[in-house]
């Protein structure tokens, strides 16, 4: 019987299963955690959720996802500071101990002004944070989306925020789809480490070559990720949470989601 209670799945991944069928699929399969993506909450009874996930053995890991904070326009910032602070208060109801944060950027604004922009809406949201207990975990996202995406593209860049914000609520969401290709990422897994703040591992592969720059990620062992050093990377430096699959994949998407369960379950016992 393999133990797959370190294993998460991000309903995203599964998005064709309403939440109420992921929990109980989960469930059925041994998964010990879930990430829950905010529009598998539209118009559920968030609580009720939260209920039924915790009633089923399930950790509830993550509330994916808040940010986008730069603005171009008067109000803009205010608008998202005001939907990340909900999501904070959704992540509460629901039992979950973290929001994930995708920063945001805009196309043609200087990444230094996005950045600037993220750190006083992250600064805006910690009092709501922190007065219902919830983690802010900052997702370093691939250069490639720097455009549009997140101005925060390296563990570097994200330890740098997180030591200008330097609160103990506020760490980092280590994806390997995002970082996998940087030289200085056990020196950043360190420091991330040191002081505390590596909050979530999430998992796929990158495959070559990649079609969409969104919706092609591969399951583990499909791409060139060293995932088994990964692995052996955030546990040298302490991490024991859980693996987060999150796949964006129009293909896997496309598969029939039990059998892509099943397969997502043995990739992950032979891959990672
Ligand atoms: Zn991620």
Known sequence: MIDYSKLCIHTVTTKAWDI????????????????????????????KVGHTIRASNIEI????????????????????????QQAVREAAELGAPMVV?????????SLQKSRDQIIAGIRAVL???ESLGVKLAIEPLH?????????????????DVCDEIDHPLVGIALDVYHVWWDPNLEREIARCAAADRLFAYHICDWKTPTTDLLNDRGLMGEGCIDLPRMRKL????????????????????SREPDSFLAEIQQSWNQHC
């Open 20 to 47: 109420w069928t992921a929990i109980e699929k989960f469930d059925a399969a041994g998964i010990g955690g879930i990430t829950v993506w905010r529009q598998a909450l539209d118009g559920q009874d968030i609580e």
């Open 61 to 84: 890991v993550s509330l994916c996802r808040g940010g986008f904070f730069p603005a171009q326009h008067l109000g803009g910032l205010d608008a998202a500071i005001a939907d990340n």
């Open 101 to 109: 944060l995708v920063c945001g950027a805009i196309p043609g604004q």
């Open 127 to 129: 009092p709501v944070a």
């Open 143 to 159: 250069p490639m989306y720097a455009d549009d995406r997140s101005a925060i593209n390296t563990m570097e860049s994200a330890n």
């Open 234 to 253: 955030v546990e040298k430096y302490g991490f024991t949470g859980f693996h987060e699959v999150e796949i964006f994949s129009d293909h896997w998407w």
